[in-house]
Each structure stands twice: as structure tokens, then as C-alpha cells.
């Protein structure tokens, strides 16, 4: 199937059938969509919260659903849960952990010179947002919200549907898994599995998205 297809025929599941789970093998292709995603300055500013036992989607859904109760059955029901997190901060200490992956992983082979200017210009980057503009927490969420596009079509190309959550009290749920006390805090939820054949009502509905000629200008 191309991407487009992808694109065109993935959709927000409305209910999922909790008799289905998720192999070994699509759980670790979920695990590196996750980790895969892109960002800008390769800051990977992002921490995720993978829940495939009902333990986990309870505890998930009993922390963050209270002022949303038409939610929790999709979290509960679901194959998996992901809690897209943000970080909460950005220090040397983080981002010098970020370089040297990248130094392991061979990006400064073919000369050593790029490291202390990719490490200057991430820096920078990062400065504007953090003194000039002050929205580094808003331009962090912005890096966990393109993971979370990646995902949701990675998700369409396994053949498994997903739901992206923002009815949830993010407050709560973040004291429900102890985000905060680890330097991060929720974002969004998805719940990942299979619709449910005769409650999922939004299977059936037709996509619909407004024309090119309103989103669309060509130069």
C-alpha cells in the first residue's frame, strides 16, 4: 500500500476491540516509529509511556480520564496505550547526551569538526526559543506533535488503527505516573489496536477534508 493510501484511508478509531493484541514483532515496529521521528535540530525533546498490559491502560485511564469518561473505554479496550510526553526542561546535561549519541551512531565520521558546530548550532536554536521567544516548553510540545503525525501513519501503514487523545486531564495524569518527578510531562494519548467491528461508528463515515482550492496556494 503507498502513503498516500495511508493517508486517505486511516481514520480516528471511535472503539476498539479488546480481544485483539499486538504481536511481538508490530510492537517493536511501534516502538521505533516512536523513537525514528524527526525533530527539529535532532533535539528529541520527547519521552513515551507504552502501555500494553490492562494494568497499564487502566492506570493510564483512571488517571487522566475523570472529566472525560467517553474516552477511557477506548484506553481500556485498546492493544496498547502511548502517553506522548514532553520534556519539561532542556539542560546541557541532556543535550551533550544527545551529541554523543550521535557521535556513536557515526554522524561525525567523516569529520570530527561537525560535532562542536552541530552542538553550537542546536545551542543556538534552542536559545532563541528559550530567551528570545520564551516558549521553549510550547516549541518542545511542537517536536512531540510531529512524532505524533509519524506515528499515527505509521500506525495506518501497519494496518492498525489509533487515536489521538487530548480529552484528558493531563494534570492528573501526570501525577498518576510520576512524569513529573522525571522531568517530563503528558501531551497526548493514543490508543493503538484494532476497531471494533460493530461499535466503531466512524469506520463506516466517509473522509472528509476541504478542497485544495482552500488549502492549498501553488507559486
Known amino acids: 500500500m503507498d502513503i498516500v ?4 484511508t486511516r481514520y480516528t478509531a471511535k472503539a476498539y476491540d479488546p480481544a485483539r493484541t499486538l504481536d511481538a514483532d508490530t510492537l517493536e515496529q511501534l ?17 513515551f509511556v507504552l502501555a500494553t498490559t490492562q494494568e497499564g491502560k487502566d492506570r493510564i485511564a483512571d488517571g487522566g480520564t475523570e472529566p472525560f469518561p467517553f474516552n477511557a473505554p477506548s484506553i481500556r479496550n485498546a492493544s ?10 532542556l539542560d546541557d546535561d541532556f543535550l551533550a547526551k544527545v551529541l554523543d549519541q550521535e557521535d556513536a551512531d557515526g554522524r561525525y565520521a567523516m569529520d570530527a569538526s561537525f560535532k562542536p558546530q552541530m552542538d553550537a548550532g542546536r545551542k543556538m536554536f534552542i536559545d532563541f526559543h528559550r ?5 521553549l516548553n510550547h516549541w518542545m510540545e511542537k517536536q512531540v506533535y510531529l512524532n505524533v503525525g509519524q506515528f499515527l501513519l505509521g500506525c495506518g501503514a501497519l494496518g492498525l488503527d489509533a487515536t489521538p487523545m487530548e480529552g484528558i486531564d493531563f494534570e492528573a495524569l501526570d501525577v498518576a505516573l510520576g512524569l513529573r518527578e522525571q522531568g517530563y510531562t503528558s501531551v497526548v494519548v493514543v490508543p493503538v489496536g484494532y476497531h471494533h467491528p460493530e461499535q466503531d461508528y466512524n469506520k463506516a463515515l466517509t473522509k472528509s477534508r476541504l478542497p485544495y482550492a482552500e488549502i492549498l496556494t501553488e507559486l
Open 31 to 47: 516502538r521505533q516509529l516512536l523513537r525514528f521521528s524527526p525533530s527539529s535540530t535532532n533535539a528529541q525533546p520527547w519521552h
Open 5 to 8: 493510501t495511508v493517508a486517505k
Open 131 to 135: 530567551y528570545r521567544f520564551k516558549d
Open 80 to 89: 496498547a496505550v502511548v502517553v506522548f510526553c514532553a520534556k519539561t526542561t
